[in-house]
């Protein structure tokens, strides 16, 4: 058995790190970018707002099943 962590996990952080880059990229950022309000606030704060703690907690519950995992073996 190896002592470092499965390499989908590997994998899945990569993935993770490409997600986000793209999240605050040119293309969602002009997809987002209009004259929009939703409950008065604009479509593109309100994306960071919703899509940045999103991103967080995502790679907060990956972190704890990598540590679960870990305690596994």
Do not use: Q
């Not at 899945?12 to 970018?33: E, K, Q, R, T, Y």
């Amino acid at each position: 058995m190896s002592n470092g962590p499965h390499p989908h996990f590997r994998d899945a952080w990569v993935l993770f790190f490409a997600l986000g880059v793209i999240m605050i990229n040119f293309p969602f950022i002009h997809i987002f970018n209009k004259d929009i309000l939703l409950f008065g606030i604009p479509l593109l704060v309100l994306y960071f707002l919703v899509g940045w703690p999103l991103s967080i907690l995502v790679i907060y519950i990956f972190a704890r099943m990598l540590d679960k995992t870990e305690k596994n073996r």
